[in-house]
């Protein structure tokens, strides 16, 4: 050993011990010019002392000055960790025991160091056990210290205690994140993945904790999106919120939907996804459709599969005729959630009656909506009403699935007839378009224009966007065109949309149409 290296290791362990030893009215030296403090003060506003401290122990003073008595912890753990690299792992006899669980846990030393939890516990244990414990850490920091030319004194063996509220860290899991202290790759269950998330964090085990993270990222279905949102939330992990919500905008309707699992979804979270412009659905319809499931399976709580729609509706129209079921206390706090809706973009007639038989929105929505509704047919598709794409816009979907080559879908409002198409050009080239159509050029009679009013008008006016999702390698891919004022008429070129063009290896391909008619 360098007199360097052992000075550098008698600094530390100096520092280290001065946190952690027992108050008594003496001096303490902080830095080479002897700064001191009395140690009863656990910081007493010596910013040159804090400075000195900080050049000792190689560490940021910036950091130093927002948690100045957390700086010894912090240092150790990184002292010991760094050594562990290129240290083997100790197969003898454990020298430190943790008591947690109604369970004694084995461990060695530095393996434990990787947790500043267990760092803080075994320090604090050290300083109160030994009339010397500056010996029995400078013992430490020897013993650690590359390059030793003879065996290091043994070191004391220590029992330390770890008291655990958190129901969702079970012995299993706790089990499995200890054994991540002594390998780097240890397999994870799904199943476990929560409790060993819950078992870092109390361990303050960063590494593992964001490998729980990245696996849950991975692994979101719906069964586990509200668990693992829950737990994003609970522990302030925002890139595991933020996953779980980009996630649910992709397969809120097309996925969650049509399973039970949809009722396990929390409000909160769904209220971010309805507000969301990345939301993607098939249609206007298609979500609130989504909604008024979400809305029976909290009513029902019995219920293991998800309903036919026939059974919904059946449901809302059992309630008295005299009072919509928004306005009726149940539903008075669900109001944010349909306020979010798009109903000014539900135009087709069969599904504008739905609504009004169910009775489930305020008789002043309806009246609004047919407004609206009337004006813009009585004006040749100008929707007066609308100035936001973002927030406003009517909204439809494709989802590009693997085995399409081509798929397309025809559209109808207000008399204006569109085709949304996506085309797949190669392994990974597609593009996404639209095109105004004539209602007699469909191939054969449909839901989309029957009972449906036509225009004839020439052209007409469109703001629109096109937007698609996919996901590769755990993180989504968004393209999208610019927002796009076009006049539409019957004949190439003016028929047709700017194409939205990509290139991704991700399958399935979510496409959005977002359009309002402005006043032409």
């Known amino acids: 050993m360098t007199v360097g290296t052992l000075l550098s290791s008698r600094i530390r362990g100096q520092a280290l011990f001065d946190f952690f030893q027992k108050p008594r009215l003496e001096r303490r030296i902080a830095g080479s010019t002897n700064r001191w403090r009395f140690p009863k003060e656990s910081f007493s506003g010596d910013l040159l002392a804090l400075s000195q401290l900080s050049k000792s122990l190689s560490i940021d003073f910036d950091d130093a000055l927002r948690s100045p008595d957390r700086v010894c912890v912090t240092q150790i753990q990184k002292l010991f960790t760094e050594n562990l690299k290129n240290k083997a792992i100790q197969s003898g006899e454990a020298d430190v025991i943790l008591e947690c669980l109604d369970y004694k846990w084995e461990l060695h030393q530095p393996q434990l160091f990787q947790s500043k939890t267990l760092t803080r516990l075994y320090l604090v244990a050290l300083s109160r056990s030994t009339t010397d414990p500056l010996r029995e850490l400078d013992k430490l920091l020897r013993a650690q210290t590359p390059g030793k030319s003879r065996e290091p004194s043994p070191i004391k063996k220590m029992t330390i205690s770890l008291k655990i509220n958190d129901p969702l860290v079970t012995r299993v899991a706790f089990a499995s994140a200890l054994k991540n202290l002594y390998m780097s790759e240890v397999e994870m269950d799904m199943d476990d993945v929560l409790g060993v998330l819950a078992s870092a964090h109390i361990l303050q085990f960063t590494a593992l904790f964001q490998r729980c993270v990245a696996i849950m990222m991975n692994g979101l279905t719906p069964s586990t999106i509200k668990n693992f949102y829950m737990a994003g939330c609970k522990y302030r992990e925002e890139q595991l919120t933020k996953a779980c919500e980009k996630w649910l905008e992709m397969n809120l ?87 979010c809706l798009h109903l000014h973009g539900i135009t087709r007639g069969k599904d504008l009656e739905e609504i009004r038989q169910i009775n489930f929105f305020p008789e002043a929505w309806l009246i609004h909506i047919t407004a609206n509704h009337y004006h813009a047919l009585e004006s040749g598709g100008d929707m007066a009403h609308l100035k936001d794409l973002t927030t406003q816009a009517v909204r439809f979907g494709l989802l590009f699935t693997q085995e399409y080559t081509t798929y397309s879908k025809t559209i109808a409002v207000y008399g204006f007839f569109f085709e949304i198409k996506g085309i797949k050009h190669d392994a990974t080239s597609y593009s996404f378009y639209m095109q105004r159509i004539k209602h007699t050029d469909l191939k054969f009679p449909s839901t989309v224009w029957e009972h449906s009013p036509v225009s004839l008008r020439a052209e007409r006016l469109m703001k629109y966007e096109i937007r698609a999702h996919t996901l590769v390698d755990g993180k989504w891919q968004e393209f999208r065109t610019n927002q796009i004022t076009q006049k539409f008429g019957f004949v190439k070129p003016s028929c047709k949309s700017h194409a939205l063009k990509i290139q991704t290896v991700g399958i399935p391909i979510y496409a959005s149409f977002a359009f309002i008619f402005p006043v032409s």
């Open 253 to 339: 309707v097309p996925l969650v939907g049509k399973q039970i699992h949809l009722r396990n979804i929390p409000q909160e979270l769904l209220h971010k996804v309805l507000k969301s412009p990345s939301l993607f659905t098939f249609s206007e319809f298609h979500l609130l459709k989504t909604m008024l499931f979400w809305v029976y399976l909290q009513l029902n709580h019995k219920i293991q599969t998800i309903p036919i729609y026939e059974t919904v509706l059946a449901f809302f129209n059992s309630f008295p005729r005299k009072c919509a079921f928004l306005d009726r206390d149940t539903g008075q706090c669900l109001m944010p959630l349909f306020t």
